[in-house]
């Protein structure tokens, strides 16, 4: 089938590489001559693991290309719009001037038939305002949200857990859905669970999906805060209540928070929309996961500037992480880079490593020290926290080594990922996030 991709940022060239790989012929389009010119050369613009080869392999084999004219999306069977939906600068609510535009250029391009497939994560109906400029070229919207993990995306994609469109009521919803199972011809094959829905409920599963993620973790740092002040382990509270089949264990680690280009602005969004339609109530408690998030990276900082006796004034402090999670260099909100920078703000000499992450970071804070070697940044530290949950941080990174690397021996574990005795056993001064 030929396929069209609108936007080429995380979402879209992800999503365009993922369908070429699995025979389809793709375009993706994108305003940005420079990521364009990158993505034609074969070139990823940013770091996920498995998306270098995909896209090698799909320019190769001519069923991918990449352009900055609208134009060429002409001809296509499914248009999927993956642009960015950025918080707004002046509130929460998401900004849609994105989605809007990418909607407004591809509409003349737009022919009988064609189904228009958007994949960003936008308000809950936005889609019905988006179907009635559509729905007069003789195309149909439909609304096809992503559920990707990033460090995990290609495979989301792939081979996703589920697949969710909402489509329009009667014989033109019932086409839709008949062609995005031939797009997603490998999963519906394996019987991967194909669900069909109205757009207002497709709109809601992704955000609804955030909103239960961001609220599972800042539900076991609320625990870490009560378990700061008592004694008890959050990480052995987290093992006890993750054993019941209905929690469950994943998402259940306690630490900084989380950050990313999703969790906390898609939040933030759902409780602006939720105040727009009169129901602000229902998701009140957002707020308050938002916050508890935020004061978990206070709370990473005061571990470091407590261990010193209240100031970190003239301390080399080696912050291992930018990224916002392992297996990617996102440094969107990343609540490790934050805490480097109010750590530099209380007058320390931090230093940053970070497998992927370096550039990025260094675009966003260049006042911070940057050194890619994992021991050449540990050398002279007086404290070293860790902030992202790399591998060769919290497995392979040996206590006794990092010994012989730092002038101190004090040691803040962000993440809960280090294993306590062992860092102990070496003469660290291990401190946990809500652990004894």
């Known amino acids: 089938m030929r396929l069209s991709v609108i936007g080429c940022g995380y979402l879209g060239a992800v999503h365009a590489a993922a369908m070429a790989s699995i025979g389809h012929e793709v ?11 990158s993505l034609s050369n074969g070139e990823a613009p940013f770091f996920e693991p498995g998306l270098q080869e995909i896209l090698s392999d799909g320019l190769a084999s001519g069923r991918l290309r990449f352009s900055t004219d609208m134009a060429d ?14 918080q707004q600068k002046d509130g929460y609510a998401a900004d849609l001037t994105y989605v809007n535009a990418a909607v407004d250029a591809l509409i003349p391009h737009l022919a009988e038939g064609d189904i228009v497939a958007g994949k960003s994560t936008v308000p809950v ?19 096809n949200p992503e559920f990707l993990r990033e460090g995990w995306a290609v495979q989301d994609t792939v081979d996703p857990d589920r697949l969710v469109a909402g489509v329009p009521a009667g014989p ?16 519906v094959a394996k019987n991967t669970p194909f669900i069909i ?19 599972k973790i800042s539900f076991i740092n609320a625990m870490a805060e009560i378990a700061e002040v008592t004694g008890a382990d959050v990480t052995t509270l987290a093992d006890a209540i993750g054993h019941d089949a209905r929690i469950g264990r994943r998402f259940l680690g306690a630490g900084i928070g989380f950050g ?32 508890i998030n935020m004061r978990r990276r206070d709370r990473a900082v005061d571990l470091v500037v407590s261990a010193f006796g209240g100031s970190v004034f003239k301390k080399n402090i080696t912050v291992l992480g930018a990224a916002f999670k392992p297996h990617s260099d996102d440094t969107r909100d990343s609540p490790a880079l934050d805490v480097a920078v109010r750590l530099h703000g209380l007058g320390a000499w931090v230093t940053v490593t970070d497998p992927e992450a370096i550039e990025n970071a260094r675009r966003i804070h260049p006042q911070l020290n940057y050194v890619e070697d994992r021991d050449e940044a540990l050398r ?41 005795d062992a860092w102990r056993a070496a003469g660290w001064d291990y401190r946990g996030m809500g652990r004894p």
């Open 380 to 420: 002279a530290a007086d404290a070293v926290i860790v902030v992202t949950e790399w591998d060769e941080y919290r497995r392979e990174l040996d206590p006794a080594h990092a010994a012989t690397l730092t002038a101190g021996r004090l040691i803040v574990d962000g993440r809960n990922c280090l294993d306590a």
């Open 27 to 37: 375009v993706g389009i994108d305003v940005d001559e420079r990521k364009i010119a």
């Open 73 to 86: 999306a002409a001809g296509a069977a499914v248009h999927f719009i993956g642009v960015g939906t950025p």
């Open 172 to 187: 033109e919803g019932e086409r839709a859905a008949d062609i995005l199972r031939e797009v997603y011809h490998p999963s």
């Open 125 to 143: 109906g936005t889609a019905a305002t988006l179907a009635e400029r559509v729905t007069p070229t003789g195309a149909t919207l439909v609304w």
């Open 260 to 291: 990313g280009g999703c969790l906390p602005k898609d939040i933030r969004a759902f409780s602006a929309r939720a105040e727009e339609l009169g129901r602000g109530e229902s998701v009140a408690f957002l707020r308050e996961v938002d916050a």
């Open 197 to 215: 829905t109205d757009l207002a409920t497709a709109e809601l599963v992704k955000v609804a999906a955030n909103a239960f993620l961001a609220t």
